[in-house]
Nanobody, 121 residues
Framework: VQLQAFGGGLVQAGGSLRLSCAAS????????VGWFRQAPGKERRFVAG????????SYTDSVKGRFTISRDNANNTVYLRMNSLKPEDTAVYYCAASQFYSGSQDQYDYWGQGTLVTVSS
């Protein structure tokens, strides 16, 4: 499966963005999907995950209550809605697909190219 992440951009603190992860080549409903981010000078870390059906979702503590992951299997797309953005959310955001529902990036086999989110203070 090929993944393409888009929707990043420059936003002021307190603003919102919606990232999209579009799949091609295979049905995305066959995969669990995660969003990860890599801030400048830091390691890539898990942000949110959603299982195949969309009924199970998980978030890292720092985004709980602000970010929402969702999926539209009919359109082969997973979304990350980001509200109340903070400067510390600035990072390149990646989506990834896995046969496992996991927060560990080692479990993900397929990765999108990343989309940059910059939050200004």
């Amino acid at each position: 499966v090929q993944l393409q992440a888009f929707g990043g951009g420059l936003v002021q603190a307190g603003g919102s963005l919606r990232l999209s992860c579009a799949a091609s080549g295979r049905d995305l409903s066959s995969y669990n999907v995660g969003w990860f981010r890599q801030a400048p000078g830091k390691e890539r870390r898990f942000v949110a995950g959603i299982n195949r059906s969309g009924y199970s979702r998980s978030y890292t503590d720092s985004v709980k209550g602000r970010f929402t992951i969702s999926r539209d299997n009919a359109n082969n797309t997973v979304y990350l809605r980001m509200n109340s953005l903070k400067p510390e959310d600035t990072a390149v955001y990646y989506c990834a697909a896995s046969q496992f529902y996991s927060g560990s990036q080692d479990q993900y086999d397929y990765w999108g190219q990343g989309t940059l989110v910059t939050v200004s203070s």
